[in-house]
């Protein structure tokens, strides 16, 4: 029987992905807290799968994951939240590139129980094929993957002079056609400091700019006649983004970077 990971904090959300697991046949153990998991995970068998909300009140759970990756690499992850992927932190934005891309999926709350079983069940097999995949390789290749995934190791790499490390993917050359359709939602390449800092400042922009038009939807629902209070601070806010955006676009063509920026919209 296949054992589930949950780390959610949100008590509805926790029995409804738990309902929905057990009537399928998962084995699931249940963690409200980064810490809890971790001591569930060293007091148990590896387990197969790990669903995680991404923001939690002590810890990031991005963070948390590559923690539980490191320990047990054949674990895979479903990371859930109801912020879309391009309203993450920043520092989970980079930490994640860490991760092998075919070990983890992200499921956007809410979301009904046929959608999380499908995609529980597509990142196993698709998780289980990757292991297949390494088994197969010569031992040479074995350092090839990612044996310390850390932020601090992103950066050291990074900090160490070459411009771009590419993460492997087993699946790269896997003949499939299907596993060359796996969606790409982030660049697979961890950048220079600089670009580093430069992508922060970015993603950070889009953070502020996201927020402040949730609040000024919210004022709207809420009758707020003095709603158009945001115009002001909205109309800086995106003009920070644009200047942001392109700093890192002049850094990019400089060392002539060639990322596709649909991957970041």
């Known amino acids: 029987m296949e054992t589930v990971l949950v780390l959610e904090d949100e008590p509805l959300a926790m029995r409804m992905i738990c309902a929905t697991l057990r009537l399928n046949g998962y084995e699931l153990a249940e963690a409200t807290t980064p810490t809890a998991a971790i001591q ?3 007091e148990r068998r590896p387990f197969d799968l790990l669903i995680a909300d991404v923001t939690l009140p002590e810890r990031s759970g991005v963070r948390t994951a590559l923690d539980l990756y490191a320990a047990s690499p054949e674990i895979a992850i479903l990371f859930v939240s109801g912020t879309p992927f391009e ?27 046929s959608a999380l079983k499908l995609h529980v069940r597509q990142l196993l097999d698709r998780s289980a094929a990757a292991r297949s995949v390494q088994s197969t390789r010569a031992p040479a290749a074995a350092s090839e993957s990612v044996t310390d995934p850390t932020m601090e190791r992103l950066l050291r790499v990074a900090g160490s002079g070459n411009d771009v490390m590419t993460v492997p993917n087993p699946l790269e050359n896997w003949g499939s056609n299907e596993s060359r359709s796996i969606p790409r939602r982030i660049p697979d ?18 953070q502020e700019l996201t927020e402040l038009q949730a609040q000024q939807t919210r004022a709207v629902i809420e009758d707020d006649p003095d709603f158009s209070r945001f115009d002001v601070l909205i109309h800086m806010a995106n003009e920070r983004k644009e ?23």
């Open 243 to 265: 200047q942001a955006k392109y700093a890192l676009i002049r850094h990019m063509e400089a060392h002539h970077c060639e990322e596709r920026w649909n991957r970041w919209h």
């Open 87 to 113: 309203g993450w932190q920043p520092r989970d934005l980079l930490t994640v590139q860490i991760l092998p891309r075919e070990v983890w999926e992200f499921l956007r709350k809410p979301f009904r129980a």
């Open 40 to 42: 569930m995970a060293c």
């Open 189 to 206: 390449v961890v950048f220079c400091p600089e670009k580093v800092s430069l992508t922060e400042e970015f993603l950070s922009a889009i």
